[in-house]
């Protein structure tokens, strides 16, 4: 008997005895043994004929069916679970498919009491009164017309900042995290437009359109109370250092705060299949290179590193190395064509970059791009990244703080390799007013070391 037979038997024997282990004539049996499948990777595909059968009849009064003594909690992309997942945040996705998602209580008995409790003083509304030992209980959300007792006028707020992804996420986080060391809920005052919810100057119409212009567009809600400026005590926080369970704490508020709405689950989704497979096979080093505008003259200052400058931070790279490319420039994917392709394995996404300043400092959205897919590609990198690359390299960035952030809350040892991008403000001062000029000196750097390796190799070579 050769070894592939063995493992088709053994394999087939298994399956046999979780068929016998299931009550098959049960719909939710059938239903968790099909989940199962999906969470093991075994055979992950949906089958059309039983989706009608496995979640029938839900609706907004009942988004989701939940399973196997309530482990579980699914619904289907067309029926909207956002007003049950706003008041279950201790609850985690754990599944998506084409047709359905699925729930399933946080793990880390830690984190999930953190987190009741920090939704307790968001809303004054003890989980525990929507989790009865009735799963038709579970499966409801509250009433739209729940009477909350939180104590507004006692809340305490900061005002959202028109900035890059990590720079807005961070200045919320780390302000909502100082209102709950005083025991104070939080709240966003509403105020300036973010320009993740800007669309394409020639087309008003997007995939994700929201009249208050801001994250809540894309996020779950954090509270009750009202966000108009009342004159309440502010919070205007920077990113502090803490010990490690004030660093916990703040990774848990920033998934808290930013809970995906179904709509942008579901894009999320459809973004991360052409190249979810190829990360979760072969693991990953993920590499970041911050471009754009940090090229203008304008502080921070920074300056534009070569790929290559980046890959001599990391040791014991091989060819079989598979590097996740996160950037925001098109001249990086460009270098990588040219200058690596052939030398490493690389994956990025297929979306739409800037090129060099055109867009001007602190935008962020490239031309016949959007706000929204612009995010919808950011959130899908932090998400891929931090759940399948075990080290990272980049330079000074907001964007690689959060996911250095995010890799590390997933409890797996994380490697970092830190380049130096920034400069003295006097290698920018003579081009002050000239971010065209600067963009286009700092590209000339770059081009300038792959020029030099070249003479260097044909030195040797000769």
Known sequence: MTAANSRLILGGLFLLAVWHSLDVSNPKAWTFRELKRDLRGLAAKSNNRDEPLILSGLNATSPVRCHNNASYCCGLWNVTADDWWMHHPDWE????????????????????????????????????????????????????????????????????????????????????????????????????????????????????????????????????????????????????????????????????LSRPKQFLRQQLYHLRQPIEHTLRKNGCLAMHVRRGDAGAPKPPYRRYAAVQEYLDQVPNLTANTTIFLLTDDASTIEEVRQHHASKHHWVYTNKIRVHGVEQGFNNHIPAHSSGPDELAYISVEQELASKYCDSLVHGRSGYAYTLFERMKSTGRPIQTYYLETRVLPRSANPFKGKPQERAAFLMQQVQDLYQKQNESNAQLVS
């Open 93 to 256: 996705v754990v599944h998506e498919d084409s047709f359905k998602f699925c729930f399933a209580p946080v793990q880390n008995d830690t984190k999930r009491a953190f987190i009741r409790d920090l939704h307790w003083l968001q809303w004054q509304f003890d989980i525990d009164e929507s989790s009865t030992n009735e799963i038709s209980s579970l499966e409801r959300p509250l009433p739209s017309n729940y009477n909350f007792s939180v104590n507004c006028s006692d809340m305490r707020a900061t005002v959202n900042i028109n900035s890059g992804y990590g720079a807005s996420l961070m200045w919320l986080i780390h302000s909502f995290w100082e209102a709950y060391t005083q025991r104070k809920p939080f709240q966003t005052i509403q105020k300036w437009p973010w320009l993740y919810t800007f669309s394409r100057p020639d087309n008003n119409s997007t995939w994700a359109n929201c009249k208050e212009r801001d994250q809540t567009c894309f996020y779950l809600p954090i509270s009750p109370c009202s966000r108009e400026d009342k004159n309440q005590p502010r919070y205007e926080k920077r990113p502090e250092n803490g010990n490690e369970t004030q660093v916990m704490q703040r990774l848990w508020i920033e998934e808290y």
